[in-house]
């Protein structure tokens, strides 16, 4: 499942660098492409988006339920 930031979203830049897939761009609030987003399977242990949004406002995107191997899958895409 990709995730996404709601509207609590504080536009502080937080989470844009750890994102192993640039899957985050600038907005109000921020958006994560749910094509790029794999929760950071295959980088990272957690998301790393999450781990550094210090007003928690990455959530479960509910439009993009995917499987573990389909996120790995996705990133092995985005890798190649």
């Known amino acids: 499942m990709a995730l996404m930031i709601t509207a609590d979203c504080t536009v502080c830049d937080a989470c844009v660098d ?3 897939n640039e899957a985050i761009t600038a907005g109000e609030p921020y958006v994560i492409d749910p094509m790029k987003c ?20 990455i959530i479960p ?3 993009w339920e995917e499987s573990e191997e389909d996120l ?7 890798h190649a």
Request: proline share 15%; hydrophobic share 20%.
């Open 38 to 57: 794999t929760e950071c399977i295959g980088a990272h242990d957690d998301p790393q988006c999450i781990e550094e949004c210090p007003s928690a406002c």
């Open 18 to 20: 750890p994102c192993p």
């Open 61 to 63: 995107n509910p439009d």
């Open 72 to 78: 790995q899958a996705k990133y092995e895409m985005l």
